[in-house]
């Protein structure tokens, strides 16, 4: 079981950066796919990013490619989502997520553990 907490929210203005960090408890944080979700009101819940255990493979929704960057830090048990370019209908409280599927699996219902979210909002 690994339990996750994710930081680095906030507002910021469209064209800015923020960078979310997902914390993860458990030894066993480097042997899950992991991604990372939004949600904004009204919508569904969506991955916009994904990455395997090893960090060499990672999948983007087309929305967020060439603006979005998933990385992880398996020594330090932490993921990031580094966001530049930032746009208002990036606007969504963001989850992290872990998968026990070995593949960049951006399917909702292929997600086991879910932290607590983190609200990004982007003002125009």
């Known amino acids: 079981q690994v339990q996750l907490v994710e930081s680095g929210g906030g507002l910021v203005q469209a064209g800015g950066s923020l960078r979310l960090s997902c914390s993860a408890s458990?030894?066993?944080?480097?042997?899950?796919?992991m991604g990372w979700f939004r949600q904004a009101p009204g919508t569904a819940r969506e991955c916009v990013a994904a990455?395997?255990?090893?960090?060499?493979?990672?999948n983007y929704a087309d929305s967020v490619k060439g603006r979005f960057t998933i990385s992880r830090d398996n020594a330090k048990n932490t993921m990031y989502l580094q966001m530049d370019s930032l746009k208002p209908e990036d606007t969504a409280v963001y989850y992290c997520?872990?998968?026990?599927?070995?593949?960049?699996?951006?399917?909702?219902?292929?997600?086991?553990?879910w932290g607590q979210g983190t609200q990004v909002t982007v003002s125009s």
């Open positions: 458990g030894h066993t944080f480097s042997s899950y796919t």
């Open positions: 990455i395997i255990w090893s960090g060499y493979v990672r």
């Open positions: 997520a872990a998968s026990s599927v070995r593949t960049p699996t951006r399917s909702l219902s292929e997600y086991n553990y």
